[in-house]
């Protein structure tokens, strides 16, 4: 008698005499070594130039008002192209796309080193935002084909999570490193070979297969959904600049809202959907996404929330600050290590709620910090916790959301998961700066940016809490139906 199939993104773990955990092979190894090098170079790309933006806007001629396009061009593309990409790596093979938008990565790369002007600078960083769009998803999508549910792809999902989230830290180190020893265009450079090496490797190192028969990509969806989140990070990086009640803000965000809903209604009639409907229904996609989406928003934001207390109270340089944020990459790490072991002995669901605890408790004891330099231990402390109760989060996240799904439909899983990290990346600065604005009004000085930080903080960890406490909920509430039934 067949065993009945339990969903991975909501069972709750077996008792019984431990089993002998599978090990990976030595071609799974490279495997992995290969596509978690190059997610850790995606990550790094984030956050590399953030520090050194004022130095890039000095040597390229800049205005202080255009600077943030260097970082918001990369999201723009990164955000509103992945699900697009992460159908198009089903139908053309992972692979290709993978090696492809590597290729355009260490190309566009070397363009922005070389650039002389902010037009240059600017097209490069939409090319590295496209190449992260296409490897991204890829890369997830090889990552979850090659390991099976279980074990093996718990712990690659959580090795891959860890690098992730100290890619976003690293590039902050190297971002302050590179440009006081050396050029901010080693921040391009840096990610040359790395790339090369990816390209020369990767053809002889991946396995990949191709759809018997390739449908036709859904033009009409990919259209609406492209649009829809480029007009969505765009309202939200003007509602972060100017505010929430500016006609041009809210006529982007109503523009991005229409073609969202219209995309849901395409997939309802389209013959090969971009991402069809009984995907979108499952409650493991829908609040696995909405865990990751708030993991995501809230853990980038602090780093954005604390560089303001770091450099406007305390007065700390940007590299030091950068290193301050070492401790943060260090919790990551753990947190990714921890994670795969916790979704395999308490279940995802448990996961997510326990991790989404920890950081919620974390982040609300930030909002104690002062004026004075001694409080930054208080700040090491609680990024690290933070850090790991992050990484639990995000590796149940990204376990419940490719979860349950047949191999030929981990790119759209995948690409969706995906979708969600950089939307949740590009959300969260603009909500928790409208915060600080807010409540800092015209005031100026360490105390009114402090009142600032320390409210967004409070909501931040409210935004935590919450999302967590209701992925729990409702992924609870799918593992009863499934047991009743």
């Known amino acids: 008698m067949p065993t009945p199939r339990t969903d991975a993104s909501t069972a709750e773990p077996t008792t019984g005499p431990p ?3 599978p090990r990976m092979s030595g071609h799974q190894k490279l495997v992995l070594a290969l596509l978690l090098g190059s997610q850790f170079m995606i990550a790094v790309d984030f956050s590399i ?35 697009l990409f992460g159908r198009v790596a089903d139908l053309i093979g992972r692979k290709n ?23 240059v600078l600017l097209t490069a960083r939409v090319l590295q935002g496209l190449a992260t769009a296409a490897v991204t998803p890829a890369g997830l999508a090889l990552l979850t084909t090659a390991f099976k549910e279980g074990p093996l792809r718990e712990r690659a999902l ?47 190192v991946i396995t990949d297969s191709r759809p018997e028969k390739r449908p036709k990509l859904d033009v009409p969806g990919a259209v609406a959904v492209t649009g829809g ?3 969505l990070v765009l309202g939200l990086t003007r509602a972060g600049e100017a505010g929430w009640t500016r006609p041009a803000t809210l006529a982007t965000l109503a523009a ?96 997510i709620v326990l991790g989404g605890t920890v950081q919620a408790a974390a982040t609300l004891s930030l909002v104690a910090l002062g004026t004075s330099g001694a409080w930054i ?22 376990v419940t959301a490719t979860s349950g799904l047949p191999d030929e439909e981990q790119g759209r899983a995948t690409g969706l998961a995906t979708m969600t990290q950089q939307v949740g990346i590009a959300l969260g600065i603009p909500v928790m700066s409208a915060v600080v604005t807010a409540r800092t009004g015209a005031a100026h000085g360490p105390e009114a940016v402090l009142s600032g930080v320390s409210t967004a903080i409070l909501v931040n960890s409210a935004l935590v809490l919450a999302g967590a406490a209701l992925a729990g909920y409702f992924l609870a509430g799918g593992a009863r139906r499934r047991k009743n039934g």
């Open 19 to 21: 089993l002998t955990a």
């Open 377 to 398: 231990w208080l700040l090491l402390a609680a990024t690290f916790v933070g850090g790991v109760g992050n990484m639990l989060m995000i590796v149940g996240f990204m």
């Open 229 to 231: 989140l480029l007009l």
């Open 158 to 204: 959580g090795l891959n999570g860890a690098l992730m989230s100290a890619g976003f830290t690293a590039g902050a180190i190297l971002g302050g490193l590179l440009t006081d020893l050396l050029s901010w265009r080693w921040a391009f450079f840096i990610n040359v070979p790395v790339a090369a090496l990816v390209v020369i490797l990767a053809p002889s």
């Open 97 to 119: 796309l993978f090696v492809g938008g590597m290729a355009v990565l260490g190309l566009s790369s070397v363009l922005g080193g070389l650039a002389t002007s902010p037009e």
């Open 256 to 351: 991005g809202a229409v073609l969202l809903v219209a995309f849901v209604r395409i997939e309802q009639r389209a013959a090969a959907p971009l991402v069809p409907i009984r995907v979108l229904k499952r409650r493991s996609v829908v609040w696995g996404n909405t865990a990751g989406l708030i993991a995501f928003a809230t853990e980038t934001s602090l780093v954005f929330l604390l560089t303001l207390y770091l450099q406007e109270v305390l007065g700390r340089s940007a590299l030091a600050t950068g290193l301050a944020f070492g401790v943060l990459g260090a919790g990551t790490v753990v947190g990714g290590v921890l994670g795969g072991r916790a979704v395999g002995r308490f279940g995802s669901r448990r996961a």
């Open 49 to 83: 130039l953030n520090v050194a933006l004022p130095v890039v806007g000095e040597g390229l001629g800049f205005s202080l008002a255009g600077l943030q396009w260097i970082a918001t061009s990369f999201a723009l593309a990164a955000a509103g192209f992945t699900l």
